[in-house]
């Protein structure tokens, strides 16, 4: 058509990500100057959001000169009272300049030289531990000697602390803290930074974070199906151990019988950070396709068929939050909860994945001797029945069954499976051991909440998840809420795990029929 010119496809998307009242439309030669310089701001505002190549070399460039503008110095010990707080405006432009950088390397550089450069001043830390050491050899009067452990103390401060706390001041602060240490968390697990100067950074910007995130700052929220819909789709995209399939799924895990929990914090507002799911039962749940696979009919609860809540679910939503003691008060904060809304519920239980669970299991079979006609983790008229079964002596089509969860498509072989998998899960559960504590994370975590390992469930996990994870198994620990301090000492204190007979009677066969 003369006269008009058509925008090329890029550029129109681009136009239509600004609004509908820049919606792409045919244009007249005359306005294309203007056109071409409001293409080239578009494009130099992009480029910050997306981060290219060439940006990124620029931004590294200037990471020194940020750093040093950002970190504040740390003041000398007889003036850190009266040392005036840092600009705002320099947070601001480290938050800013950060979140410019892209995920990866450029950030992974930045968080490194943080680390690395302004960290703890040795040569101070070495002056004052000598002065330490030399109040108490001169034996000096008390006041002399805690003035000089607070002076070590002082200096033993990294300097990116300071950066911390001056971050958390500012409005989205916290939230920012939070991104950067899910960075941190996922850099040091993909190996992207490492080193003691990182991890060391890492720690102190956690135990940070567990100031600023104890139960005082903390609101317990409710989650029902007239929650906001921004809240839901957090809460269903954040769901880790049971996905949620669709808003259908979604509406039956905040209706009748559920109950659905987050802690959010005071000053990230309606902002889920960790998520808790309740089932309202009439007994312990044995298999988790009940909860969330059973389409519950649309009624108004009955009370009297409620007497125990099932703890099936909790994830956390922020990965910059991992280790920070949220999950614990969770649990405590929605029993109490509960207690006000049904105080006819006596039985409080968890229904618990068992991760890790198939790994450990192959790794066992990969480890026996493959010279041996029946393997060490079964009893020879097991092993005779599962090599009929297999069609091989050896533990290598056992094995790829198991990585392929194949194994479960053969109703002899589930049958044949049951005890000896129950056995070996109980002692994974009770006597696999990391440092004297139990090895799997789901159980150290409820065991020091001092609960008891109740009851191992065959076939609870049927998805392709559970088969995987655990080959179907799910386990019950129940807290009876009279003996959980108790309990919860003797395992942190003696490294005592507290477990009903079923368990134990399984440990026990365990120990008879397995050799390892």
Known sequence: MAGVVWLPREARRGMSRLGPCLSPRPLLRGSWAALLRGLRRLSVAASVRRGPASSCTASVAGMEELLSRSVPPLPPYETKEKA??????????????????????????????????????????????????????????????????????????????????HLGRL?????????????????????????PHVKEMNGVLKNMLSEWFSTGFLNLERVTWQSPCEVLQ?????????????????????????????????????????????????????????IVKEVLPLETEDTDKIT????????????????????????????????????????????????????????????????????????????QEISEITGDSTT????????????????KLVEVLHSPFMRLCAWYLYGEKHRGYALNPVANFHLQNGSVMWRINWMADTSPRGIAASCGMMVNYRYFLEDTDSNSAAYLGTKQIKASEQVLSLVSQFQQNSKL
């Open 171 to 195: 409005e989205g602060g916290l939230r920012f803290l939070v991104e950067l240490r899910g960075d941190l968390v996922e850099g040091l697990a993909t190996k992207a930074v490492d080193g």
């Open 234 to 290: 957090k809460i269903s995209d954040s769901e880790a151990v049971h996905p949620v399939r669709n808003w259908v799924d979604m509406k039956r895990r905040v209706g009748s019988y559920r109950r659905c929990y987050f802690f959010s914090h005071c000053a990230i507002p309606g902002e889920p950070l960790i998520v808790l799911h309740v089932a309202l039962t009439s007994d312990i749940s044995s298999s988790i396709q009940a």
């Open 396 to 411: 290598e089509t056992l094995k790829k069954l198991l990585n392929n969860n194949e194994w479960v498509r053969s109703q």
């Open 84 to 165: 005036p707080p840092p600009a705002e405006l320099r947070g601001a432009e480290f938050v800013r300049f950060y979140r410019g950088l892209r995920a990866g390397p450029p950030r992974a550089q930045l968080l490194t030289r943080l680390a690395q450069d302004f960290g703890v001043d040795h040569g101070r830390v070495a002056e004052f531990s000598a002065k330490v050491l030399q109040a108490r050899e001169q034996q000096r009067e008390l006041g002399a000697l805690l003035q000089a452990e607070d002076r070590l103390r002082y200096y033993l401060n990294p300097r990116y602390r300071g950066l911390f706390q």
């Open 308 to 383: 125990t809540a099932i703890f099936y679910s909790i994830s956390l939503t922020q990965q910059g939050l991992q280790g920070v003691e949220l999950g614990t008060y969770l649990i405590k904060r929605v029993v109490k909860e509960l207690q006000k809304e049904l105080p006819q519920i006596k039985t409080f239980s968890t229904l618990s994945p068992i991760p890790g669970f198939t790994n450990w299991l192959v790794g066992l079979l990969s480890s026996q001797t493959k010279e041996l006609e029946r393997n060490e983790l079964f009893t020879e008229s097991e092993w």
